[in-house]
């Protein structure tokens, strides 16, 4: 069987130990030869591939990025896209089975190619921690790792000047960066999606660490959306896929507190730090784990499913699964964290 693997969406650390894993298990266990599809559902597309061999991946599940390239390219809506197109494709290369690692949006139309009759597996991906069916994707520990150690920073800078210190981390539709990262660095206030916490109590909060000496640090997610506005904000617009590019609301923040409290506040955004370089050692295993059962999806022809985290258990399950809603932070975690803000 010659199976052919893509990566879509945002990048994420991790892609490459699936990578590794996939073609290693694959050849190993199973005999087959393994190809990478470049640039997600572009390379489907347009033929674009490249072999695999053993040799091709080695030392790679400690590194960062994906060796065959990611993009936003949409399966039906591009020019040459469509099932029709791709089984042709997929039969003129020779390969009998697709790997989609990628978030919802990828497995989103993973799922519809599938059930259009493409012989596809799916692998959950997401440094937002926001797909459901599985307890965690890989990206996210070390996101959460590399935001804390940023934060672990400004707090001693925003010490130093008695500054109140906003922090903007990823997280689209979801707070698990920010509520995580928050909680490791003892942030005096956590702003995510899901609650909107007015500005007024933010203050109080701020206000509140400012007055016993201590320097506030205050994290917020991108997709947090401020008091008088419907949406999060998007300073840079749309990207080439039509979405907003979220962010600025570290710098509104920022603003608005300083103006409240009269405590000089600075904003820094982390962005595309906490998506790059090498993955922590928790997420090298969760990748490695899922690579490798996906293998066995493939050979078993489960098209449609995808692996996911179960506890300690790597499991499969239909990929609709993933994609009845988003995993959002549940306000019991959110409260539970509440009440170390201030203070
Ligand atoms: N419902 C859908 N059906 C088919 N393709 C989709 C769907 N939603 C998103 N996509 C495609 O998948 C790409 C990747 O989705 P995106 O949300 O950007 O990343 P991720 O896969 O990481 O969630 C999108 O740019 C789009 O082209
Ligand atoms: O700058 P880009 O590549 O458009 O992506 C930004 C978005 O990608 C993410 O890092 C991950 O989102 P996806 O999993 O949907 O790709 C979000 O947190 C962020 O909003
Ligand atoms: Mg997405």
Request: charged share 20%; glycine share 14%.
């Amino acid at each position: 069987m010659r199976v052919g693997l893509l990566t879509s969406g945002g990048d994420c650390p991790g892609l490459n130990a699936v990578i590794r894993a996939a073609v290693l298990n694959g050849i190993k266990t199973y005999d087959f030869e393994m190809v990478g599809i470049r640039n997600g559902w572009a390379g489907l597309i347009d033929k674009d591939v490249v072999e695999l061999p053993r040799q091709a991946v080695r030392g790679l599940s400690g590194t960062g990025g994906t060796i065959i390239g990611t993009s936003r390219t949409h399966p039906y809506d591009t020019a040459g896209g469509g099932p029709e197109n791709m089984k042709r494709n997929l039969e003129e290369m020779g390969i009998d089975a697709v790997v989609a690692i990628g978030g919802e949006g990828t497995l989103a139309g993973a799922n519809r190619l599938a059930k259009d009759g493409l012989p596809i597996v799916g692998v959950p991906k997401t440094i937002d921690n926001d797909l459901m069916a599985t307890d965690y994707t890989f990206g996210f520990d070390t996101a959460v790792q590399i935001a804390t150690d940023a934060m672990d920073r400004l707090r001693t800078t925003g010490e130093s000047h008695h500054r109140c210190m906003v922090a903007e981390v990823m997280g689209r539709h979801v707070g698990w960066i920010a509520l995580h990262s928050g909680m490791a660095s003892g942030a005096h206030a956590i702003l995510i999606p899901e609650v909107r916490t007015p500005m007024s109590q933010v203050a109080e909060w701020v206000k509140q660490v400012h007055d016993k000496g201590r320097s506030p640090l205050v994290v917020v997610a991108e997709g947090f959306v401020p008091e008088g506005q419907d949406d999060p904000l998007a300073a840079a617009g749309n990207a080439k896929d039509g979405r907003p590019r979220l962010g600025g609301i570290g710098d509104w923040v920022a603003r608005e507190l300083e103006e409240a409290t009269g405590v000089e506040s600075r904003a820094t955004v982390l962005g595309h730090i906490q998506r790059g370089g090498d993955p922590s050692a928790t997420d090298r295993v969760l990748s490695t784990r899922f690579g490798m059962q996906a293998m066995k999806l493939v050979a078993e022809h489960r098209w449609g499913q995808m692996v996911a985290a179960n506890g300690t258990e790597i499991i499969s399950v239909p990929m609709s699964a993933a994609l009845s809603g988003l995993k959002k932070v549940p306000l019991a975690r959110y409260e539970e964290a509440r009440v170390l803000f201030g203070r």
